[in-house]
Nanobody, 120 residues
């Protein structure tokens, strides 16, 4: 069994900065990729940024230049540093990971989500 636990959400004003973190634990053989998604009411969950084990990053156009994803492979953690936050960044942010639990068994796992609210 694998668990993803996020931390670091909160309420802040436009232009502010915030970091959210996620740690994966449990029966982990190898983590292929980790990512952050976000979702607002009535909309589909969207990819914010992803990073694979080699460090290759994919980011949404709306966050490029403002958000930075990073990963600590030794600690099974992924971090999202969010700068110059805008009200439209308000969402529940979810951690996501593609994890092998053995040589052949793998799954896609999600955290419980953390709320980020940007408002004046």
């Amino acid at each position: 069994q694998v668990q993803l636990v996020e931390s670091g959400g909160g309420l802040l004003q436009p232009g502010g900065s915030l970091s959210v973190s996620c740690v994966a634990s449990g029966n982990i053989f190898r983590i292929i990729a980790m990512a952050w998604y976000r979702q607002t009411p009535g909309k589909e969950r969207e990819l914010v940024a992803s990073i694979n084990a080699g460090g290759a990053i994919n980011s949404a156009e709306s966050v490029k230049g403002r958000f930075t994803i990073s990963r600590d492979n030794a600690k099974n953690t992924v971090n999202l540093q969010m700068n110059s936050l805008k009200p439209e960044d308000t969402a529940v942010y979810y951690c996501n990971a593609h994890i092998y639990t053995s040589v052949r068994d793998w799954g896609i796992y999600w955290g419980q989500g953390t709320q980020v609210t940007v408002s004046s």
